[in-house]
């Protein structure tokens, strides 16, 4: 198992069209986080599923996202119509769901809105 | 909101041991103390946490006051390649809620020749 996987690496769009990105959690690890990052600012929750269920979403994930988990493994992050503010790095992670596991990360997918 | 404070920036000379403080003075008995680090440009990578005693592995070692309202993490011999952003974190024990890690702005690590 190499960790988490996140593609694409990096993405530039225009103003207005959508992106998808796709994160590959650790084999067995039924929880599944997303988590955005703005340059000089720890990165900050965005949402968590256990398994297939989403169970908590941040009040920074507006309508534009979204994010599923269909079959409990991969998970996907869809921002439509993007804008100038949502230039980051999204970062996946996942851990196990008994209390204390560790969390761990993959190496962040870099978008650009132009 | 974060739940610790850090200093913002250090600098430590390579070989020497780096000593990162991390106040957390509202901790509660079901928190642990978490350390991650980010490397520029890439995703947080885990170090070591604990919940009262002091904790040793191959990374680092983070040792924990009595009153656990604050913790030092130690590189002992610290290279250029330890030279990125540590964050400490207060994360619940419980699963609630995901038990999810909420990041402050860390400090950043310079090591130098």
């Known amino acids: 198992d190499t960790g988490v996987s996140q593609d694409p690496r990096h993405k530039i769009t225009k103003r207005g069209q959508n992106v998808t990105f796709r994160c590959d959690p650790i084999s067995e690890h039924n929880r599944l986080y997303w988590y955005r990052q703005t340059l000089g600012q720890g990165p900050e929750f965005l949402t968590y599923?256990?398994?297939?269920?989403?169970?908590?979403k941040s009040r920074l994930l507006s309508d534009r996202f979204s994010a599923e988990r269909p079959k409990g493994s991969f998970s996907t992050l869809e921002i439509q119509r993007t804008e100038q503010g949502d230039s980051a790095m999204y970062l996946c992670a996942s851990s196990l769901a008994a209390g204390g596991n560790t969390i761990y990360f993959g190496e962040g997918s870099w978008l650009t809105v132009v | 909101d974060a739940k610790t404070t850090q200093p913002p920036s250090m600098d430590c000379a390579e070989g020497r041991a780096a000593n990162l403080p991390c106040n957390h003075s509202t901790i509660s008995g079901n928190e642990y103390v978490y350390w991650y680090r980010q490397i520029h440009s890439q995703g947080p990578q885990y170090i070591i946490h604990g919940l009262k005693n002091n904790e040793t592995n191959e990374m680092a070692s983070l040792i924990i006051t009595e009153d656990r309202k604050s913790s030092t993490l130690i590189l002992p011999h610290a290279t250029l390649r330890d030279t990125a952003v540590y964050y400490c974190?207060?994360?619940?024990?419980?699963?609630?809620?995901?038990?999810?890690?909420?990041f402050g702005t860390g400090t950043q690590l310079k090591v130098e020749l």
């Open positions: 974190i207060v994360r619940p024990i419980l699963t609630g809620g995901g038990n999810k890690l909420t």
């Open positions: 599923f256990q398994n297939e269920a989403q169970l908590e």
